[in-house]
Structure formats: structure tokens, C-alpha cells
């Protein structure tokens, strides 16, 4: 089992930035892709960005050029650079892992971001 934990959501102004951090353990062997699902209030779920353990990353088309996602191999963390937020942001920001040895993906309990004056 993998266990991830998100931190870094709250409140934040229109064109702010907040940055989001999430954190693996556990049967962290073999986990490639990781990265960031949201849900904004009443849709579905929706791909923010991912990237691969070596390093490719794959963006939604809403949030190329604001947002940038990073990861520490070493440290097992993934972080995810929020930038000129817009009140359209606001979700349920969810923490993602795949793990390609057991073929199974993994999911955070996901932190809040509001973008509001």
C-alpha cells in the first residue's frame, strides 16, 4: 500500500499563488507517475498535472503557463507551483500515484484550495 498525504491548500486571492506539496510511503518501490487531480465544486474529478519518474510532465490545458509541478525522487514528494490563481481553480485538490509494478493507482484525501476575494 501506498499512503499519500497533501498539504499546502487554503484560501487565496485572485492572481495569487499557493504552492501544494504531497508526500509518499509505504510500498513506495515502483511507483512511476505521480501528480495532482481536482474537483471543483459539483463536476468530476479532472487531470491538473503529472509527471513521470523520469521526469515528464503533462499539463491541463487550463493551467499551462500558471501552474508547474515538480518532484523529488529522493524525498518521495511531488509539489505543485500555483500561480495567477482564478476563482475557477477552487477544488479539491487530490495527491495521484501509479504504481506500474502492482498496476494499481493511489489517491490522497485531497486539501482545499478557494481562490475568492
Known amino acids: 500500500q501506498v499512503q499519500l498525504v497533501e498539504s499546502g491548500g487554503g484560501l487565496v486571492q485572485p492572481g495569487g499563488s499557493l504552492r501544494l506539496s504531497c508526500a509518499a510511503s509505504?510500498?513506495?518501490?515502483?511507483?512511476?507517475?505521480m501528480g495532482w487531480f481536482r474537483q471543483p465544486p459539483g463536476t468530476q474529478r479532472e487531470l491538473v498535472a503529472v509527471?513521470?519518474?523520469?521526469?515528464?510532465?503533462n499539463y491541463a490545458d487550463s493551467v499551462k503557463g500558471r501552474f508547474t509541478i515538480s518532484r523529488d525522487i529522493a524525498k518521495n514528494t511531488v509539489s505543485l507551483q500555483m500561480s495567477s490563481l482564478k476563482p475557477e481553480d477552487t477544488a479539491v485538490y487530490y495527491c495521484?500515484?501509479?504504481?506500474?509494478?502492482?498496476?494499481?493507482?493511489?489517491w490522497g484525501k485531497g486539501t482545499l484550495v478557494t481562490v475568492s476575494s
Open positions: 509505504g510500498s513506495i518501490f515502483g511507483l512511476n507517475t
Open positions: 509527471i513521470s519518474r523520469a521526469g515528464t510532465t
Open positions: 495521484y500515484a501509479r504504481s506500474d509494478l502492482v498496476g494499481m493507482d493511489y
